[in-house]
């Protein structure tokens, strides 16, 4: 087992921290096939997936817990996160689109989303994978730390994506009464 010094550890569970306070901050986003639902229905689905991501991501920031940071735990971590990250895609795209004036375009802020996440994913699974041919772990946490990061603010433009492509509110009075939305906003709260 290789050790680190306790604050990477710390770093890289405060990375995956602040990425599940982000997405649970927002609160919004969301979907993916072609199926309409109500608005409300829609940002339920939203804040649901939201919450199930932000429960595995914490699960996973606790495996790295200890004061020790070695090749399996960080192996063992991203492999939550990238399992976590697929079911969020999922979720979401299964969602269909907000029946309101701004379906569409919040449907297209989602998709958008859920490429980008995957595709942080696919960075994450590289520098495991550099790991475990030899690389460095500091590389690929510091990979993994830094990822994590642009998940956070994807997920932040994405929430900022659909309030300004809703001028009517609809989506924000969906989300404020939305049970799963209450869920989220008492987490972060």
Known sequence: ?????????????????????LAAGCGGSGSGSSDTKSAQDWADGVCSAVNTWTDSLKTAGQSLTGGNLSKNSLESAATDVKDATSQFEDDLK??????TASGDKAKQSIDELTSNVHQDVDTMDGAIKDVQNGGSVMTALTTVTSTLSTMSTQVQKAFSDLKSLDPKGEL???FKNASACKTLTSQSG
Not at 2 to 9: K, T, W
Not at 94 to 99: T, Y
């Open 1 to 21: 087992m290789i050790r680190f010094a306790r604050p990477r550890a710390l770093l890289a569970i405060a990375s995956l921290a602040a990425l599940a306070i």
């Open 94 to 99: 299964g969602l269909g689109k907000p029946d």
């Open 172 to 174: 924000e009075s969906a």
